[in-house]
Each structure stands twice: as structure tokens, then as C-alpha cells.
């Protein structure tokens, strides 16, 4: 799931065929290269005083809310297919779901997700007769397609409904002779995508302090645009609950790399506990005169002893070499 165009972006392959047709701003609308994918141009705007950089800022602090409602959709969507209630059908299947969010050269947010239909409990439960393969892809794209989230409303940009983009890509995780694909091929799918950060875009993995600081950063004059844009929408107070300036260095996005539904895999909670059992059983292995010491505290920093005499001969050699150094620059003359 992509976002919307915010405007035409240097693209990686054949870009925009070199048009005459120029922007208000003099520009002209295309370019007529072939890019590499690591060419610095990939992503970058045509025309940057063309580019809906608030709207783009906005897409990615709103983008969490439209994967929610993307999701409260795909039940009703498969209600309609399946002929049965809106209300009915969260009794009889249950939507689980794991998704990756990935950057984009230009600095937009999307999403790679896997969905699963299981049963009313979860995937100890077979899921209905109706919930195929084929029906859930339906669902998908038609109800990625009718999310309209309304923009928070203000006199800093035009506004208009949120929405996905276009680029919709579904397919069923199977084999090419209909064999399911393992866990494991699937997981490992999942953790391409969560190495990679917002530094695949061009930006900064710190939280930005101030105005200035915007000004300094070594990025692209779209990531700092994205940045500045950000940090200027964050300080309206109609946009204050979009914590738009601690999440300025994300270019907005505020939401986890990857999340996933209860029912998709195991939990934390189910985690920590299985590790706190299999600790316990070391402990009861031990012998009788082992100590388990759970209790630390703070002694210091610093050399030891030995280590502080070492250093201090270090230092003093480095000075002697410096003293050395400068005596025959001095008898050498300018």
C-alpha cells in the first residue's frame, strides 16, 4: 500500500518522458533520463515549489490511522461478498494481520502486510467456507481503495480527504503449484523490511531540537524540506496532538515499524513468560551452593590502577612525540 502523488518525483529506470510543457514556476515537466536506483536523483521532486510537502507530511503522521481503517473496512467488505451482516461477520472470521512500514525514496510511508482469515478464535479455529483466497483478495484492494480519512482541518494548506494511492499490489502467498508457502519464508519476508529505516529516504535517526538544526543537516534539499515542513505544521496549535515536531526527523511518520495483530503470531507476553520458565528451570539445576545475585548497583567509572599506569605512559609518550615533531619543523625553517 502506497501513498498518493504529491507530485512528479525523478523516478529510478525511465523517468518522466522529456516534455515541453513547463509549471507555473518555469519547470518543465519531465526529464528523459534513465536513473540507477542508487542515483541521488531518485525521489527528489521535478519541481520542489510544485511539490504538496504539507500534504505529504500529513500522509505519514496519518498513515497508522488509515491502516486502521483500511482494516475496519476489510470487514465489512468481506461481509458484503460473503452475504452476511456487518455485525455477524466478526463472530464468524477474524482479520489477522502483520504489516512493515518501508520509506520511500521520496520520503513517503508504505506498507508490506500480510493478511490471514482465521477463525473466530484466532488460527486454532478454521475460518468459514467463504473466507477463500480469492475473496479476501477482492476485499483487500476494494477496501484499501474506499479509506477517506478527512485531513485535520487549517488555514496552513488546502486540506482534502487521506486516502491510499494507486499502487496496490496483491497476491496470495503460495507456491506456483498452489503449495503454501512456511512460516518461515514468511517471517523472513517480514524482516527484509524491518531493517530498513527512515535513512533508506535521506533522513536523520535523531529527533530534531530546533529550527536551526534543520538548516545544518547534511540531507537533500527534499528531506529538509519535509523536515522544516514538518516542524512548521507542528508548531499550529489545530495539529498539536500530531506531536508533528518530535517526529520531524521521521518526516511525520509516527507510527512502529511493524505491528501486527493479537491473534497473528505469539506475544510478548507469551515471550517473556516462556523465558521466565526457562530460567527458572536453570535455577532449580544449579547446585545448592550457587547464588543467584539479582540485585546491582553503581561502583564507578574509570582505569583501575594498573590501567590508569598504562594510560599516563601512553600520554606521555604522545607528548614526547609532539615535543619531537615541532623541534624538527623548527630546525628544518619555514
Not at 85 to 102: D, I, N, Q
Not at 181 to 201: C, G, L, N, R
Not at 202 to 219: C, H, K, N, P, T
Request: charged letters at 20%; a positive charge.
Amino acid at each position: 500500500m502506497t501513498a498518493p502523488s504529491f507530485g512528479p518525483v525523478h523516478r529510478a529506470g525511465d523517468c518522466h518522458l522529456a516534455r515541453r510543457r513547463r509549471c507555473e514556476h518555469g519547470v518543465r515537466q519531465g526529464c528523459g533520463r534513465t536513473h540507477l536506483d542508487a542515483d541521488p536523483l531518485v525521489g527528489q521532486p521535478l519541481c520542489a515549489d510544485c511539490y504538496d510537502y504539507p500534504g505529504h507530511v500529513l500522509w505519514n503522521a496519518m498513515a497508522p490511522a488509515l491502516w486502521k481503517a483500511f482494516r475496519d473496512n476489510l470487514y465489512h467488505h468481506l461481509a458484503a461478498r460473503a452475504g452476511v451482516g456487518r455485525s455477524e461477520v466478526r463472530t464468524l472470521v477474524r482479520v489477522s494481520a502483520a504489516k512493515v512500514a518501508e520509506y520511500q525514496k521520496r520520503g513517503a510511508v508504505h506498507f508490506h502486510a500480510i493478511v490471514r482469515l482465521d477463525g473466530p478464535d484466532g488460527p486454532t479455529t478454521p475460518p468459514p467456507t467463504w473466507a477463500t483466497g480469492d475473496r479476501l483478495s477482492e476485499a483487500v484492494r476494494s477496501a484499501a481503495a474506499a479509506v477517506a480519512l478527512p485531513c485535520p482541518e487549517s488555514a496552513a494548506y488546502s486540506g482534502g480527504p487521506l486516502g491510499f494511492g494507486g499502487q496496490l499490489d496483491v497476491h496470495p502467498l503460495v507456491y506456483g503449484g498452489g503449495e503454501r508457502i512456511p512460516d518461515d519464508a514468511v517471517a523472513a519476508y517480514v524482516a527484509k523490511y524491518t531493517s530498513k529505516s527512515v535513512e533508506a529516504a535521506g533522513a536523520v535517526d535523531r529527533r530534531i531540537e530546533s529550527l536551526a538544526e534543520i538548516q545544518a543537516l547534511q540531507v537533500s534539499p527534499h528531506v529538509r524540506a519535509l523536515i522544516a515542513t514538518a516542524w512548521r505544521l507542528g508548531g499550529l496549535p489545530e495539529l498539536r496532538h500530531l506531536r508533528l515536531r518530535t517526529w520531524a526527523h521521521m518526516l511525520g511518520y509516527r507510527g512502529h515499524c511493524l505491528t501486527k495483530t493479537r491473534a497473528y503470531s505469539t506475544t510478548y507476553g507469551q515471550l517473556r513468560t516462556a523465558r521466565a520458565e526457562h530460567a527458572r528451570g536453570l535455577y532449580t539445576d544449579w547446585d545448592d551452593a550457587a547464588v543467584a545475585e539479582r540485585a546491582w548497583r553503581f561502583v564507578g567509572t574509570g582505569h583501575t590502577p594498573a590501567e590508569a599506569l598504562i594510560a599516563a605512559g601512553v600520554a606521555e609518550d604522545l607528548a614526547t612525540n609532539r615535543e619531537v615533531a615541532r623541534a624538527e619543523r623548527m630546525e628544518e625553517g619555514p
